[in-house]
Each structure stands twice: as structure tokens, then as C-alpha cells.
């Protein structure tokens, strides 16, 4: 209950997706006391390694180069994956089950992650000792699965909102330097502001440069319009 209140908490701060999936992967971990936990995401029908902590992290990435291993197979089986031993089911996935062991990894549970219906993942929990993953586990860790991938549409969405928003205050940045040097050139040059941009306008297209290029010049680095022409102060790469 203490993991699904905190993970609760985490998500309501509002994470990224990135920080969802880590949030799992720690949580999880704690909450079934296991060695490490990861999770591993799928698009366009292949696998890869998501967020992952102690142990879990090489296994996390062998399974993702090899395409095989409990979390390929809960995802695209959609069902939990459970092994007490894989010393007793090497062959089952050599790659994955080799570098388990040599992290000394023993037991592993991989549960699916579903948003909307559709397996986009899958929660990987790690131990050290044989471990049988009684319902009850399975069930704590399914839930705090089905947590965050109630969240991830949520977390798509702000983390979407957020890229729109410093989009807009980069452009918004921009213009601002074009008027100050659209201000600076009408004052050099005694001229109406709005034939000042005909003038930036004219030196861009002369020197192969951007009207953003030549504003940031003006304003930033220096170039000064005198008179009839724009002559530079400081040399403009």
C-alpha cells in the first residue's frame, strides 16, 4: 500500500514518461524487495530497453539485442512470465539467462504493461535466491504496473505540452531580436521601422545568411547599419 501511495504521489507531481518508468522500476523493486527491476518497451514490434536499476540493467539490454527473453515474451504473449530457477531453464533464453547469472540473478518476473488494451511493455523484477513469485507478488506488481500505464497517456500528453510551450517561447525569443534590430537599423539609418526589415531582408539574402542570423549580428555580436550600407564593428563569421 506504502509503494502504491508513493508511486501515486510521484505520478501527481507530473513526471515525464521517462521518470514513470523509473518510478516503476524503483518502486517495484522496493515494494517486492527484489535485487533490480526494469522495464522494456516495444515499437514497431521490437523491443528495447527502458529505464532499469542495479542488477537488472545488463539482463535489461541482452534481452533487447537478442529479442529474447521474459519480458519479450510477457509482452508479446501478453501474460505474467515467471521463473523460480533459471538455472533449470538455460535454454530457454541463453543470451538473457547467461548474463542474469553472471549478476547472479536466479529468479525472474516479467508482468505486461498494457495502455488501452495494447502490451507497450513489460515490468521486469530480478532476485537474487530461488523465488516461487506467489499470486500475491504477482498481483502488487500488476498493479503498480497498470498504474503507470494509466498515467503514460497523461504523461504523453504534458510532456507534449511542454514541448509546444518551450517551442513557443524559443520563437517568441526570436522575434523579439528581430524588432530590437529592426529598432537599431531605423535608428542608424533615419529610417521608418518598417523599411528597416527590407534592409535586413537585402543584406541576408547579400551574404547568404537568415533574417534571424542577421538580427542576432545586429543585436548580439555587433554589425552596425551606418548611413547607406551596413558595415560590421566586430567581424561576423
Excluded at 64 to 80: E, F, I, K, N
Aim: hydrophobic share 50%; net charge negative; aromatic share 4%.
Amino acid at each position: 500500500m506504502d509503494a502504491l501511495l508513493s508511486f501515486s504521489a510521484a505520478l501527481a507531481a507530473g513526471s515525464s514518461i521517462d521518470d514513470v518508468l523509473r518510478n516503476l522500476a524503483v518502486l517495484s523493486a522496493m515494494a517486492l524487495r527484489v535485487t533490480g527491476a526494469g522495464v522494456v518497451l516495444v515499437e514497431d514490434g521490437s523491443i528495447f530497453a527502458g529505464p532499469s536499476i542495479d542488477r537488472a540493467t545488463e539482463p535489461e539490454h541482452v534481452q533487447a539485442a537478442t529479442q529474447q527473453g521474459p519480458g519479450v515474451d510477457a509482452v508479446r504473449t501478453g501474460l505474467v512470465v515467471r521463473v523460480s530457477d533459471l538455472r533449470q531453464v538455460k535454454d530457454r533464453w541463453p543470451s538473457f539467462t547467461s548474463s542474469a547469472l553472471q549478476h547472479d540473478i536466479v529468479a525472474v518476473m516479467s508482468v505486461p504493461v498494457r495502455v488501452a488494451d495494447a502490451d507497450i511493455g513489460a515490468l521486469d523484477l530480478y532476485a537474487m535466491a530461488v523465488r516461487d513469485w506467489p499470486d500475491e507478488e504477482i498481483a502488487a506488481a500488476q498493479a503498480l504496473a497498470n498504474i503507470a500505464a494509466a498515467y503514460m497517456p497523461y504523461a504523453s500528453e504534458l510532456q507534449q505540452s511542454c514541448d509546444v510551450s518551450t517551442r513557443l517561447s524559443d520563437a517568441l525569443s526570436r522575434r523579439i531580436v528581430v524588432e530590437q534590430a529592426k529598432g537599431m537599423v531605423a535608428g542608424y539609418r533615419h529610417i521608418p521601422v518598417r523599411q528597416a526589415i527590407d534592409v535586413m531582408r537585402n543584406y541576408a539574402v547579400t551574404h547568404r545568411a537568415s533574417l534571424q542570423e542577421i538580427a542576432e549580428a545586429i543585436v548580439v555580436v555587433g554589425l552596425r547599419p551606418l548611413c547607406k550600407r551596413v558595415v560590421t564593428c566586430v567581424a561576423v563569421q
